[in-house]
């Protein structure tokens, strides 16, 4: 199976895509609600919950894992390789090596979590591949919040969007990653505060691509995943109506989510 | 040792009380903030994490612990009080006394977690003293996160709390009580936006006046508690920028943090 995991539901958003991209493949998935969020809290603290994650993944069965969480792949995902025998592939460098791909002007944004913004990883990554290039990070704590709440068209989020993104527009970016896997969820929100020129970036997409081309070129690992022929499964380790909602909302269908204790 | 714990730095606003109102205690504190928020998970998980926080403070030598978090306290205090010998403080019940003592029209209002308000604990303890009275509860999940973000006067703090409060406005309530302890730093906005006439009741306050009333009556437990002369402790799970900014602007001094791991 193909393991994913995130902080909470955000990387339901990684999931689905990879659903859409990479049809045929069953996926386990875990999200971790009982620590959630990740983005404020300390390098430490989320590799220790992200070793956990994987723990369990490998247990149910994955054979490679995805870390469907900006805040963890910037700061714990060299631990997990180290760790792991499995493949494990994050959200961070496919994102860059579009945003280094797409960039005319060689100047890009970057949004994310504090955890995210704070590693730098991004600005560092883009940079090895253009090193010419002008990176501007901007943390936007208060989005996930806001997401989680569903208050995905109210006014205050509009106008907390319009702070956190007018520094970037300042920089005549144009284009913009979305460091967090929540942020596709207002990308109709985002696209008009930058300009309909800016590209946005959506790091859950470049993932599902970047799984579905790694694939293509690993057929023994493609067979060893499709040997297991049960459904998709999602597990939680917390369980809360708004999150059983956001889930269903990602997935546009009903969505079974298992509670387990971690 | 007076011990109290909360979810992350909100329960500070109740130690501060009580180092005003009690001195000469000295205090040990937990915040868990590897865990935080508690208000957006399930009674489950925020009775688990209560639990080994209390095993916490008793190993540190607390003999009462005050349950400095509303989200704990509305969920887990009857398990914690079966579990454990020792005295166990709530912040709900000084607050729910304070309200029914105090309102006129019998007009009470409740702003909160989504834990806190899901309870219905407040509406249930002041109907238990106030029968005839009604009571109006809110849950306001995002004034958490923009707190911690130190927006305690940005425009989009005082819309997002007009939006919460609207609805208590219309009925026409005499007492607000603001259930979840971070909610104290944001007084300064609440007022002018529910009417001077209202009053506010800060649950961290009544917390703090209800420990004090009850140590009087105990001198046993008093000279116990002043037997350990050593200066009060602030613990916490994780330790990032923001939450030392927000314990040292709470306190109005700087306060050292000492991280475990649990």
Same mark, same amino acid.
């Given at each position: ?71 963890? =792949? !910037? ?7 180290? &760790? @792991?025998?499995?493949?494990?592939? $994050?959200?961070?460098?496919?994102? /860059? ?105 959506? =790091? !859950? ?7 579905? &081309? @790694?694939?293509?070129?690993?057929? $023994?690992?493609?067979?060893?995943? /499709? ?36």
């Amino acid at each position: 199976m193909i393991g994913i995991f995130d902080s909470g539901v955000g990387g339901m958003t990684v999931a689905r895509a990879i659903e859409k991209l990479c049809p045929g493949y069953p996926l386990v998935y875990f999200g971790d609600i009982a620590h959630t969020p990740y983005g404020s809290k300390s390098i430490d603290t989320i590799t220790r919950y992200s070793m956990r994650n994987c723990d369990f993944l490998l247990e149910q069965g994955a054979q490679i894992i995805v870390i469907a969480c900006n805040s963890a =792949s !910037s700061t714990s995902s060299d631990a997990l390789r180290k &760790k @792991y025998d499995v493949p494990i592939i $994050d959200v961070i460098t496919p994102a /860059t090596e579009k945003a280094a791909a797409i960039s005319r002007n060689k100047r890009v944004g970057v949004i994310g979590t504090r955890a995210t913004i704070n590693s730098t990883i991004y600005e560092k990554r883009i940079k090895k591949i253009l090193p010419e290039s002008k990176v501007y990070s901007q943390s936007c704590p208060l989005l996930v919040p806001l997401v989680e709440e569903g208050w995905l068209s109210k006014r205050e989020t509009k106008m907390i969007l319009r702070r956190y993104l007018y520094p970037l527009r300042l920089k005549k970016i144009d284009t913009l990653v979305l460091g967090c896997t929540h942020y596709p969820l207002l990308k109709d929100l985002i696209q008009p505060r930058m300009g309909q020129r800016v590209n946005l970036i959506d =790091s !859950s997409v470049e993932a599902a691509l970047f799984l579905q &081309k @790694y694939l293509t070129g690993m057929p $023994d690992l493609r067979n060893k995943i /499709t040997q297991h022929d049960g459904p998709s499964k999602f597990f939680v380790s917390d369980l809360t109506t708004p999150v059983q909602d956001l889930a269903s909302k990602i997935f546009c269908r009903n969505i079974h989510l298992e509670k387990i204790n971690v």
